[in-house]
Structure formats: C-alpha cells, structure tokens
C-alpha cells in the first residue's frame, strides 16, 4: 500500500497541474482522459497525476492532430459520445399509408385564397 508521503512525493493533483502547465481545468481533465499523462488516475472526482508525467508533457504544435490512444495506453474509458438532434422517425409503409389518409380529412386552411386580388389600401 502507497503511504501519503510517498503519494505526496511522487504525484500530484489536478490543481497543481494546472498551475505548471498553464492550461484550464478542463483542458488538463481532457489530456488525463485522452491518456497524455502515463499512469494519471481518478482517485474520486480529482485527477491524480505522476509528477515526472507533467514534466515530460510537451505541447502538440498548433494544428497537428493525434490518433485516439489505444486503450491499453489509458486507464479511464473515454465518455460514448452523444448524438445530437431528434432521432430519426421510423418509416414504414403503415406510417404512409396512415399519413395519406389523414391528409384528405383534414380542414381546409382558411384566408385569403391564392391568386385573389383584394385591395388592402382605402381609396378616397
């Protein structure tokens, strides 16, 4: 078992973090979940990570892209993503035929009827 000195001496916390590197919270909990920090872990809602860890980071140039890490290489499973908008409807030949019979039995839209010329302006 990992004593509190030893855990104090060889790691460190997600505020501290932050504080060498410069970067938000956010960001820091984004690369810890992405595996940029080698044996980090969450230790209740706190990201613990290995002061040696936060030392080797290096900054990705602007632009460069990097492939997803393998999960072997992380510890904490990424979040599914979630999908955004309405779920698509499920059509069936049912639903169609449902949606042309309805089409006929319903009311008539009232208003002006297209094509009519009706003089909106008073004359004197």
């Known amino acids: 078992m990992i004593t509190k000195e030893e855990l104090e001496k060889d790691y460190i916390d997600a505020g501290e973090a932050k504080a060498i590197l410069g970067i938000s919270g956010s960001r820091l909990s984004r ?3 992405g595996g940029r920090f080698p044996g980090a872990f969450k230790f ?3 990201w613990i990570i290995p002061r ?3 030392k080797n980071h290096t900054k990705l140039k602007p632009g460069a892209k990097r492939g997803r890490p393998s999960k072997a290489r992380t ?8 999908r955004r908008g309405r779920p ?8 169609a035929a449902a949606k042309k019979s309805t089409a006929s039995v319903l009311p ?13 302006r008073k004359t004197k």
């Not at 008539?108 to 909106?120: A, E, H, L, N």
């Open 31 to 33: 690369l810890c979940t």
């Open 44 to 46: 209740g809602s706190i």
């Open 88 to 95: 698509p409807k499920a059509k069936t030949a049912a639903a």
């Open 52 to 54: 040696e860890a936060v």
């Open 75 to 82: 510890e904490v499973p990424a979040a599914p993503q979630k």
């Open 108 to 120: 008539k839209k009232r208003g002006r009827p297209k094509g009519s010329k009706t003089k909106t």
